[in-house]
Every structure is written in structure tokens, then in C-alpha cells.
């Protein structure tokens, strides 16, 4: 099925990045693909629904259907025959968001003087530290790591003097330090 790569693309390498970490939503994805197949695109009663989704534009001779088709065919090869994610960046904003959470919040706009007020939950600072030593790992530049905290939303800039990769060490002891609230 080599016509399936190019149709996914990197949306669906990203999505499928995901799911490898947590084949729940590749499960729960193939079901609302199913569900939505077996109504048809053009039902009534989802009208509303099919609105929010995201343009899909087939190569010739397709139709959208026929990509969601290959878009489950995709997810429950993963579910059969798992397959670890590639130890690689995400290529995407969303997927950054998705594989990254808690530094995607961090970046974009939780970093303050009530930090620890945001980051009350020792689960929260967790999840923080264990994002910021995934991603040092998979961006071996800073150009990577650029390019990395810019798909994450990163608003805020380090102090002066200090590079993205020392500055996100710093933050990691930070957190990883901060006793209990």
C-alpha cells in the first residue's frame, strides 16, 4: 500500500508517534473512523460534527472516505502489530503538544512568579521534569531544540546569557527540587 504513506503524510506519522505511546486513542480512533464510515460523511446526523473536522483534500480519483480508510487501516496495524515510536522530534505543533504536554503549558505561558502556585500537584512537576528530559534527549542541537520549544509555544525567553538547552537543565533541578506543597 505505498499510495497510504503519501496520503498520511507527516500528520499521520506524528499521529501514529502518538498512538504508539497509547494505543487507547488508536483504539478509540478506529472506533469514531468506524462509526463515521458506517453513517457516511454525508449524514444528516452528524452535519454538525463533520464541520469542525479538519479540510481533507483526496488525490484524484479519491474520496475523503477513502482516506479515512487508509487513516484506520494505519491504526489498527499499529494496534496488531505494535510498533515503538521512532526516537525522534515531533514534526508538528500538535503532536508537540500531544507528546509534551506539561511543557507545552510551561512554555506557552505558566512560567511566572505563582509557578508553583500553577504547578501545585507533584504529579504536574513531575510530568514537567520527565517532558523536559525526554525532549533534551531527542534534540541533540540547538537548532533542534529551537525548533522544538518554538512548535511548543514557547513564549518566554531564558535569561540573558544562558542557551535553551542550560536554561531547561536549570528548570528540570527546579522542579525536580521543589518539595511538596
Not at 73 to 99: D, K
Not at 106 to 135: P, V, W
Amino acid at each position: 500500500m505505498p499510495r497510504a504513506t503519501v496520503w498520511g503524510g507527516p500528520a499521520l506519522s506524528g499521529y501514529l508517534r502518538i498512538v504508539s505511546q497509547d494505543p487507547r486513542r488508536a483504539a478509540t480512533a478506529v472506533q469514531q473512523l468506524d462509526d463515521l464510515l458506517l453513517v457516511g460523511l454525508q449524514s444528516s446526523e452528524i452535519a454538525g460534527d463533520v464541520e469542525l473536522f479538519p479540510k481533507i483534500e483526496p488525490p484524484a480519483g479519491r474520496s475523503v472516505e477513502d482516506c479515512l480508510r487508509i487513516i484506520r487501516a494505519h491504526l489498527v496495524r499499529q494496534l496488531e502489530n505494535p510498533v515503538p515510536a521512532a526516537q525522534s522530534l515531533p514534526t508538528g505543533s500538535w503532536e508537540a503538544r500531544a507528546r509534551f504536554p506539561e511543557l507545552h503549558q510551561f512554555l506557552g505561558s505558566y512560567f511566572h512568579q505563582d509557578f508553583f502556585d500553577e504547578y501545585a500537584s507533584r504529579d504536574d512537576r513531575n510530568q514537567l521534569a520527565t517532558d523536559i528530559s525526554r525532549l533534551l534527549t531527542l534534540a541533540g542541537t540547538d537548532g533542534e531544540l529551537k525548533q522544538a520549544v518554538s512548535l511548543l509555544g514557547m513564549e518566554v525567553s531564558p535569561p540573558a546569557g544562558a542557551d535553551i538547552r542550560r536554561w531547561l537543565r536549570d528548570v528540570h533541578g527546579t522542579v525536580s527540587r521543589y518539595p511538596e506543597a
